[in-house]
């Protein structure tokens, strides 16, 4: 744990670094403009596209409404702890995820595997956006392109919805098409073929890169466009343009809502994902899948929360935020699981089919489910452009917290270079955007979906999970629950609550550990299409590659710090072998070994001072006058130090002295009253036979001096 005093140089350090930006001529770091500035930027931050896609079919696949227990457990357990502990940590350094570890310098690793994983999340979560682009300028025609099968992207496999439903009402399951059976599961709808074959134009495996698909390219071109304009203030052009991302969203879910429970079917759907299967609750990967979806749901340790808050006034009421999003987000989860089941019972009910042969999750629910729907309504052109419209505000609404959050860390650390004036802040943003297009870009290939879903499938799980272990213990324990504490009371006024204490020393870190364990044993490679499509051995590598990334950083830092400390001395120093190696016997120790004895050996009192040679340096043995007790002092030196044993009568060996000076050596030997002197070291013969302040008078002044016995070749000891 850490101390009281470790707390002060810490709060000394952020303090000194903070007022230290804008100080030299350069930019001032920037603040929230208000309170609520603040909280929709984190409820934009967290509420994303995965609120949509991933929440309401995890919770029909994981019992329906009996999910909600394990969710909302979770919740509590690791989600609002974790977000207040990261609110709390934000604030008071007033850092980005990078220097905020002059908290514990040796594990700033986790700066930069925050980092790391956000920044992968951010490459292919801008992709996402640049696909919902695209359906945006789709959608801006008379009759959605997707709502037939007569493009040149169609195949024979084609089936529009009226088709699909005349097979479930004739009881239909298989087809012929050109003198072959085709089962009805092998069938395609119009929404799939336009995704995947037209706007994706996706090729048979991840080892056919093919080309880069320009217009795809153009549309992510233009979401990173956006993100760097709104960002080329920082969280000055943030902070109001939240007000547009984080409110619009839920207008127009609302709309979308309204518009699908008017639909038939609709109350077919939303029964369907309510209705609770108690069963599933005995079923551990249900409470893994809580658990982890607590991590995408709230967007914790990914640095993310800790840069947003880092721009808050010190006393600001973190509790209340820490309440307040993390709710907001939940309800909003189960807000949009109406939206998106009410069309799914409605097109269930068109094909004739159950809704469990409709429902879908991730881009399977966004870009082929939903559409399909849309085409069947109404003024469908408009549904379709106010859906995809939605989805990429509350893309866009993450993403641009994500950018941030990689930009103010790299700019606290280097805030001498990156916040010296506007220009310079201006082209760090415009290349770090450009540079995070062109990394990007292989997502928009022919084979680009590939890497997406590996990008998708590794970077969420085992990174977040490791980085969240590891912040708890770096704070709660090694910078010390204690001092974290007090840190809270000088900014709050109060110390957190009991119930935090018990969560971030105990429950939080054993429910993510246990998560991690989870995860590791429901383990599959990924896959698409529900199994029809399986990642090649060294595809999945590439996956695990990805993972590397995100946290090698982690053990390079703690390596390094280490060395840098004099780690690497110690491990050098104890790793050779000492004055005890060699053959045993005396007899047998020559050539380097030679008239280097082992401890056990008793040396003739009478020998003189003598340098024994090996392999060229030389080693020296010194007598001196003896205590009541004892038969003699041996004390040999190496590498320029003398280390001191006396023996005993019955010849065992009891280690009492230390490693010093060899010119000092006797002032530390029995029957000197210097003890630990303070010494100096002596370079000339001259210098040698001068008294070092022990009384001792008996010096043997033909000794060799430090001028004459070279260092020993820490090779052989």
């Given at each position: ?335 949009a699981g109406f939206v998106i089941f009410s069309v799914l019972g409605y097109m269930a009910t068109v094909k ?22 849309l085409a069947t309504m109404p003024i469908a052109p408009l549904w379709s452009i106010l859906f995809f419209i ?194 045993a016997s005396e007899k047998n120790r020559t050539g380097r070994f030679e008239r280097i004895r082992p401890e ?118």
């Open positions: 744990m850490g101390s009281d005093k470790d707390a002060a140089s810490h709060r000394s350090v952020a303090s000194s670094k903070a007022a230290a930006v804008g100080q030299d001529g350069g930019m001032e770091r920037g603040a929230w403009g208000g309170k609520l500035e603040f909280i929709l930027t984190c409820i934009g931050f967290a509420v994303g596209l995965g609120n949509v896609w991933r929440f309401p079919y995890l919770l029909y696949k994981s019992g329906g409404g009996a999910f909600l227990i394990p969710f909302v457990i979770m919740l509590f357990i690791i989600g609002i702890p974790l977000f207040h502990l990261e609110l709390n940590f934000g604030q008071f350094a007033s850092l980005g995820p990078l220097t905020i570890w002059n908290i514990s310098p040796i594990m700033k690793g986790l700066g930069f595997a925050m980092i790391s994983t956000n920044l992968c999340v951010a490459l292919y979560y801008n992709v996402i956006i640049s696909w919902c682009l695209y359906y945006v300028f789709a959608s801006m025609t008379d009759v959605l392109p997707w709502v037939d099968c007569d493009n040149y992207w169609n195949t024979e496999y084609c089936y529009t919805t009226a088709e699909f439903a005349n097979l479930t009402a004739e009881n239909i399951t298989e087809v012929f098409i050109n003198n072959e059976t085709v089962p009805r599961g092998k069938l395609k709808s119009p929404s799939e073929e336009y995704y995947y074959n037209k706007v994706l134009q996706m090729s048979d495996g991840v080892g056919s890169s093919g080309t880069i698909v320009w217009q795809l390219a153009l549309c992510l071109l233009l979401c990173w466009a956006i993100v760097f304009f709104v960002l080329i203030k920082g969280i000055g052009s943030l902070g109001k343009v939240v007000y547009f991302t984080s409110l619009f969203p839920y207008v127009l879910l609302t709309i979308m809502l309204i518009r699908g429970v008017t639909l038939e079917g609709a109350a077919l759907g939303i029964e369907f994902y309510l209705i609770p299967d108690w069963e599933k609750l005995t079923d551990p990967k249900v409470w893994s899948d809580a658990a982890t979806q607590i991590f995408y749901a709230l967007s914790t340790c990914t640095g993310g929360l800790i840069a947003m808050a880092s721009y808050n006034d010190f006393h600001n009421n973190t509790l209340r935020d820490s309440l307040i999003v993390p709710i907001v987000n939940v309800l909003t989860s189960f807000y004739g089919v159950p809704v469990a042969d409709v429902a879908a999750d991730g881009p399977g629910l966004v870009f082929v489910v939903y559409p399909e729907g939605m989805m990429m505000i509350l893309g866009l609404s993450s993403m641009f917290s994500m950018v941030e959050c990689v930009f103010s860390a790299f700019m606290d650390e280097y805030p001498g270079v990156l916040r010296k004036s506007y220009w310079h802040t201006a082209i760090f943003r415009a290349t770090g955007c450009l540079c995070f297009y062109l990394v990007s870009l292989p997502m928009v290939t022919n084979g680009g979906f590939y890497v997406f879903t590996l990008f998708d499938t590794y970077t969420g799980n085992f990174p977040l999970l490791v980085v969240g272990l590891l912040e708890l213990i770096t704070i709660c324990y090694i910078y010390g629950y204690k001092n974290f504490a007090e840190d809270t009371k000088m900014m709050l006024g109060k110390k957190p609550n009991i119930v935090f204490a018990i969560m971030w020393c105990g429950l939080s870190p054993l429910a993510v550990l246990m998560i991690i364990v989870m995860t590791a044993i429901y383990y599959s490679p990924p896959t698409l299409f529900s199994g029809a499509y399986v990642f090649p051995s060294w595809a999945e590598g590439i996956g695990w590659v990805i993972v590397a990334f995100c946290l090698f950083m982690l053990p390079v830092v703690f390596l390094y710090v280490m060395c840098k400390e004099g780690a690497y001395k110690i491990i050098k120093r104890t790793s050779q072998p000492n004055e005890l190696w060699g053959p056990s050996s008793l040396f003739d009192p009478d020998e003189k001072d003598l340098p024994w040679k090996a392999d060229g340096h030389t080693a020296l043995q010194t007598h001196q006058p003896l205590p009541q007790g004892l038969n003699y002092v041996r004390a040999v030196e190496f590498d320029g130090r003398v280390k001191t044993h006396h023996v005993d009568h019955n010849g065992g060996v009891e280690n009492k002295a230390f490693d010093h000076d060899h010119d000092h050596h006797k002032e530390n030997s029995p029957g000197h009253e210097g003890g630990h002197a303070d010494h100096h070291s002596t370079t000339s013969s001259s210098s040698s036979s001068s008294s070092s302040g022990s009384g001792d008078e008996g010096e043997d002044k033909s000794r060799p001096t430090s001028d004459h016995v070279q260092p020993f070749d820490t090779t052989i000891f």
